[in-house]
């Protein structure tokens, strides 16, 4: 099965709004973990990355803890605005350079 | 910055005709993968490779092959398309053997009729 679950989706707030998008994995050790983002019409983008727990990866207002009590990597931001719509992914290092990505949280904002 | 590009944007193919998917990089990247990306399924890996004329089956290979001849350039292969293969399919790189970065391409929707 998936070892990377995160929240379904769509999720819909309004602008200035405070974002939070759950993800956890499972895994065995510490694997680095990822939060790529796909805007519309566009491939996925890095968005942050966090390689060790307790780590705090950030980029562009959005922030998630590596935190390995609850193997838990959740999104958060402030303040959105419309330009962060898009579809967010949860990801983690596999093995051998490989990736494995959640299913993805679709997010709307609106003006 | 690096750069992964895709052939096509969109891509409308008949019931077995086969199709070329092709991607390149310009990173000198040692890796090279391609995704298919369904909703409700997120990405699930094909193939990748690790370097030249080297890959390996990714999660979902059957009706897919691949070649890599150039080191830049990876193609993923569909010898006789089916509409269960429309798709939007997505080409990432990274750059060695354990690392874990991927870069990707704006991705191909192939639409099978």
């Known amino acids: 099965g998936n070892s990377v679950t995160q929240m379904e989706g769509p999720v819909t707030l309004s602008e200035e709004a405070f974002l939070t998008i759950n993800c956890t994995y499972t895994?065995?050790?510490?694997?680095?973990l990822f939060w790529y983002v796909q805007y519309p019409g566009e491939g996925l983008q890095l968005l942050l990355k966090a390689t060790k727990a307790d780590d705090k990866g950030s980029n562009k207002g959005f922030e998630a803890t590596y935190r390995k009590e609850t193997t838990s990597f959740h999104l958060e931001k402030g303040s959105v605005q419309v330009s962060d719509s898009a579809v967010y992914f949860c990801a983690r290092y596999s093995s051998a350079s490989k990736i494995i990505f959640g299913s993805g949280t679709r997010l709307s904002i609106r003006p | 910055d690096v750069k992964v590009t895709q052939s096509s944007r969109y891509l409308v193919k008949r019931t077995g005709e086969k199709v070329f998917l092709e991607c390149v990089q310009d990173?000198?990247?040692?890796?090279m993968f391609w995704y298919r990306q369904d909703p409700g399924l997120g990405l699930r890996l094909i193939y990748f490779?690790?370097?030249?004329?080297?890959?390996e089956k990714g999660d979902i290979p059957e009706g897919y092959s691949v070649s890599r001849e150039k080191k830049e350039r990876f193609s993923l292969i569909l010898e006789s398309a089916s509409t269960n293969q429309t798709s939007m399919y997505l080409c990432?790189?990274?750059?060695?053997?354990?690392?874990?970065?991927?870069?990707f391409g704006p991705g191909t929707r192939l639409t099978v009729l």
């Open positions: 490779s690790y370097d030249v004329k080297m890959k």
């Open positions: 895994a065995t050790g510490y694997p680095s």
């Open positions: 990173m000198d990247h040692e890796n």
């Open positions: 990432a790189s990274s750059s060695g053997l354990g690392t874990d970065t991927q870069y």
